[in-house]
């Protein structure tokens, strides 16, 4: 077979195999096509044609049902066959016909415009009947399960793949070695997801230097420590150990086990003590019950038993106090694409009403507590991302607050130019924007710049905060380390070098 405009040569077998190839020319848009010379030459025959002009300029006709479904016109005109046929079998295939085939007919001419009939081969239409795990397949029944309701049953399309994909990918605790594939047969599709199990456990340390209140050069640290699906349910215990500067210690115990019972139901119980030097103590224990909405939403229920002793008599500011209560809480959470980051999407919202009782008072008083929490990680363009950050917190209530119930907030987690829990407030706010530098997929630069205020009735002050400064991530051997220098202080304040905080730490994988 020889093409004389483009003097191609394509061998076939037969004469068969060549009238179907001549025939195959219309599905290019080769309407015209013709036989110029047949030569033969012992065993081989030689076959001229001219494929004539291609008419992607065409008036198109459908079938009255695929018409119907598809919701169009009697006829068309396109100035583009090939992109019209590309649009209408995508169409189909959006609908589960994975396997839709697009078949054209010359029927003859209108105004010199070709005019042609399209048929589609749909074949079957495919849905999604079940996942088959590969590699890391020890997962919790009920998140199988959770996995099988949400796609079982749906249209097998590039956006449920899609969807599936993003899914998992980001999932805190298993990651996909590559994009699902898929398995048909004549009644079924199966996804088949190769999985493998993140390393999930992290040690999390963290030194800081700065000055405490009577400008003394301290150190102090965090330790926190994260054991999570040991047992292959999700599951996580956590142990968290702080210091700061003014002699205030947190030790902080936490226990989440995610599909209760093999169900969506998750319990979490967590233990917090704190104590300030030899002035005062308090023990916080919050336990929670939750329901999973998704792997990455919950929204739960928790109770509050909070009991707070003053050590030091001279105290004044403090007093001895019981609280207990129940609240409920809301968290979305979405683990980043960028393994540098931690997360992409994090929002945590509390609601807690107490009922407090003073030791040295008969009667009771009731206090209602919020909080609100919201990261995000934006991609700005290319190496460019913007982390955007805000945090409030409330206490109301009729009666006076003492010193000792106060919220604490500042340091390494929220304002890092200000020594760690050294801020104390019945109400607080503040955002924080952090521009990052991704140094290819080892490291990145920050630079930040944060402002809050805070408000403290006992105290009868309510200042603006401000916080600036700059850091180094990079991944070592041993884990992600972070270096950062920070500097904060009240608005109309003089700055002081004094006060800037450094602080260095490691987050590594286990």
Not at 208 to 216: L, S
Request: hydrophobic share 35%.
């Amino acid at each position: 077979m020889i093409d004389t405009q483009t003097q191609k040569i394509k061998i076939v077998k037969d004469s068969t195999s060549a009238v179907k190839f001549l025939d195959s020319l219309a599905q290019s848009n080769y309407f015209f096509a013709q036989v110029i010379h047949v030569k033969k030459e012992g065993n081989l025959t030689k076959i001229q044609f001219d494929k004539g002009k291609n008419y992607n300029q065409t008036y198109v006709q459908i079938t009255d049902n695929d018409r119907q479904e598809l919701n169009l016109d009697s006829e068309i005109y396109t100035k583009n066959l090939d992109s019209l046929k590309k649009t209408i079998n995508k169409k189909f295939i959006a609908k589960g016909f994975a396997f839709s085939r697009v078949q054209s007919k010359y029927l003859g001419t209108k105004n010199g415009i070709p005019i042609v009939e399209l048929t589609f081969n749909k074949n079957d239409k495919r849905t999604i009947n079940g996942f088959v795990f590969k590699g890391y397949e020890n997962l919790p029944s009920r998140f199988v399960k959770n996995l099988n309701k949400e796609f079982q049953g749906k249209i097998y399309d590039d956006k449920n793949l899609l969807s599936i994909n993003n899914q998992l990918q980001n999932h805190p605790f298993l990651a996909l070695d590559r994009p699902p594939q898929s398995l048909f047969t004549k009644d079924s599709t199966q996804i088949y997801l190769f999985t493998q199990k993140k390393k999930t456990n992290s040690f999390d340390g963290i030194i800081g230097f700065g000055n405490d209140k009577t400008e003394k050069f301290t150190f102090n640290g965090t330790i926190n420590v994260n054991f999570r699906n040991v047992f292959n349910g999700f599951e996580t215990i956590n142990l968290y150990w702080q210091k700061n500067p003014d002699q205030g210690q947190t030790f902080n115990l936490q226990t989440d086990i995610q599909y209760f019972l093999k169900s969506n139901i998750g319990l979490n119980v967590n233990v917090n003590i704190f104590r300030q030097d030899s002035t005062f103590a308090n023990v916080k224990l919050l336990p929670s019950v939750y329901y999973n909405l998704s792997s990455r939403q919950k929204v739960g229920l928790r109770g509050t038993f909070e009991t707070s002793v003053i050590l030091d008599s001279l105290y004044t500011q403090g007093r001895d106090y019981t609280k207990t209560g129940a609240g409920t809480w809301y968290q979305f959470r979405e683990a980043s694409d960028v393994e540098l980051f931690q997360n992409k999407t994090n929002i945590r919202a509390e609601a807690d009403f107490l009922t407090i009782n003073y030791a040295d008072e008969e009667s009771k008083g009731q206090q209602m507590r919020y909080f609100l929490s919201a990261e995000r990680n934006v991609h700005i363009s290319g190496n460019h991302y913007l982390n955007l950050k805000g945090e409030s917190a409330l206490m109301s209530s009729k009666n006076e607050f003492s010193n000792n119930e106060l919220i604490r907030f500042g340091g390494w987690n929220s304002l890092r130019g200000f020594n760690e829990e050294s801020l104390y407030a019945d109400f607080y706010y503040y955002g924080s924007a952090e521009y990052r530098y991704l140094v290819g997929e080892q490291a990145f630069f920050d630079t930040f710049l944060q402002y809050g205020k805070l408000n403290n009735k006992n105290l009868g002050v309510n200042p603006e905060l401000y916080s600036v400064g700059i850091g180094f991530n990079f991944f070592l051997p041993i884990g992600l380390m972070s270096f950062q220098i920070a500097n904060g202080n009240q608005f109309r304040n003089e700055f002081r070098f004094g006060d800037t905080k450094i602080h260095w730490g490691l987050l590594s994988r286990f």
